[in-house]
């Protein structure tokens, strides 16, 4: 049986090239090269968003894709209109304030209460200068954010 089995296995291994003579009458089978696979390309990494200062119905909407791109949950749509409120999309807005400090940036952060926290959460020298910088000041008020929701911005007209 296990002849015929054999017999049965060569003659398919022939008709399909699999087997192939070699030399002193041996019979050596061969099997096709593994398919080859294409290298994985990895998708380019995504692209920091500009800040824009355009402001359409007291909405900072130019800052929409940046405020998306720090958001930690917020509603863009709404963090734009509190923009809009706190610097009329103005990133070096600087108001001082009943407690000596000065709110900052676009979502106005308060450098001497927000600066030692900033500073230790990103490793930075939080200062006036840094707040102004429209990644910075989303990026802080993100963490912000998660600590506080929207209540950390006045709510008053």
Not at 16 to 40: D, K, M, N, S, Y
Not at 90 to 103: E, K
Not at 116 to 136: A, K, M, R
């Amino acid at each position: 049986m296990s002849f015929i089995l054999a017999a049965i296995f060569a003659t398919i291994a022939f008709i399909t090239g699999l087997l192939q003579p070699a030399e002193r009458g041996e019979v050596q089978i061969v099997f096709p090269p593994p398919p080859t696979v294409p290298p994985t390309t990895l998708p380019p990494e995504p692209v920091r968003p500009d800040f824009d200062s355009t402001a359409v119905d007291g909405v900072c909407v130019g800052a929409i894709p940046l405020l998306e791109w720090y958001s930690p949950g917020w509603s863009s749509w709404q963090m734009a209109g509190i923009m809009y409120r706190e610097s009329r999309c103005d990133p070096t807005a600087l108001y001082p304030n009943r407690s000596s400090s000065s709110a900052t940036g676009l979502l106005q952060l308060l450098s001497r209460t927000h600066c030692p926290w900033i500073s230790t959460e990103f490793g930075v020298n939080c200062t006036t200068q840094w707040l102004q910088d429209p990644h910075n000041n989303l990026m802080a008020a993100a963490v912000l954010y998660e600590m506080q929701g929207t209540g950390a911005w006045a709510q008053t007209r």
